[in-house]
């Protein structure tokens, strides 16, 4: 298994390009699944987690194809309709396909993903909203099984606005009969591309981006060629990265107002951050100042930047708290934080983190893709040499991040065993 090796202390500049995004491109390639032939979708990232999407969509018969950037998915043979254990311990957002196969074929079999390593991550809200549109659906052995003869369109009203529940709905409705209407649906920009994905398809969606979807059935869905939106936790790392090191970068191929609650933060923190044509702009010259970060859905400030934010935070000028109200075991990275000389303290969902001048390096390990991102960018910025162990969780959702960094003057290199 690999890790990087950082010596931390040089000041990033240049530019850096943002991939495409892989929580919209992994919904999306589950969406091929809604009809036979071959879809074609630009800007994929190079990342594990597309890759084992890739490896379910075969195992499920589709013939994917895979190269610089562009996937081609023939879904005519997917005919498969169980995922087994194996493939679903990989990946929790295999359960995408839930929606797409149930709509298509009528059955379809999932092996429950269980819990990972940031919280329980229960799949109650997919399963109450599919029982809606008129499945059946047991929970037996480990496996959560979902037939209809045909799905009928219906009010959905989503306890929490869930990313996953909201996407595998919208795609089981895409055939129903009728229409169904989504309430309290997640806002994020992925579910946008979703819609306009599936409506490239054939579909009829309007509302994503606001907390009601509207879905009108229709009786059959063709394949299309579409392009990702650019990934806005791959942006937002970038601009940390910036701000952590005191560097000046300009981070191109990014949608600012996906990064908005970032952008707001650092500013807030004393960061000269400007938008223009070309992209995202930060630059940071003395230290930053303490702020208070509480995670919401879209357009809160993402769940899936508090990590990187926290180790910024770690060398900020006074006391910061982070609120985690997503997931609730999302402080993995706390104590590796603190070996590299962080001053956080954890009570229940919060952590006040107390400034600290420098980080000192150390060895420490990501136990998940943004903790492990969180070290990177702590490690760029501690004094000495920082080791990063279990690089494999970090090139789940990142692509390469070590050479990115290296292009803006990081010291950092991967090392495999
Ligand atoms: C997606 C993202 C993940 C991000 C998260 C929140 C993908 C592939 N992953 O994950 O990176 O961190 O959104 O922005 O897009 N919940 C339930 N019951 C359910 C489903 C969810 O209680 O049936 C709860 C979860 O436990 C969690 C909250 O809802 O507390 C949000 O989870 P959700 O939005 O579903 O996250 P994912 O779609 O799994």
Redo the contacts with the bound molecule.
Sequence with gaps: MDRFVIRGGNRLEGTVGVEGS??AA??IMAATLLCAGESTIHDVPNLR?IQMMADLLRYLGAGVSWEAGTLGVNATTATTVNVPETLMRRM??SN?VLGPLLARFGEVSISQPGGCN??????????RGLRALGATITERAGYITATATKLRGAEIHL???????T?NLMMAAVLAEGQTVIRNA?K?P?IVDLQNFLNLLGARVKGAGTGVIRIQGVPGVHPAEHHIIPDR?DAGTHLVAAAITRGDVLVTNIIPEHVEPVIAKLREMGACVTVTDDGVRVRVDGRLRAVDVKTM??PGF???MQPQMMALLTVADGASIVSET???NRFKHVPELVRMGANIRIEGNTAVIRGVKDLIGAYVEATDLRAGAALVLAGLAAENTTVVEHVEHIDRGYAKLEEKYRMLGADIVRVSN
């Excluded at 940031?118 to 399963?127: T, V």
């Excluded at 306890?159 to 529940?165: F, L, N």
């Design positions: 892989k929580n992994l919904p987690d929790r957002a995408l940031i919280g329980a991550r229960p799949m109650d809200l997919h399963i306890d929490v606005p869930s990313v996953g529940a996407e997640a994020e992925e936790i859905p879209f993402p769940t899936d997503i997931f609730e």
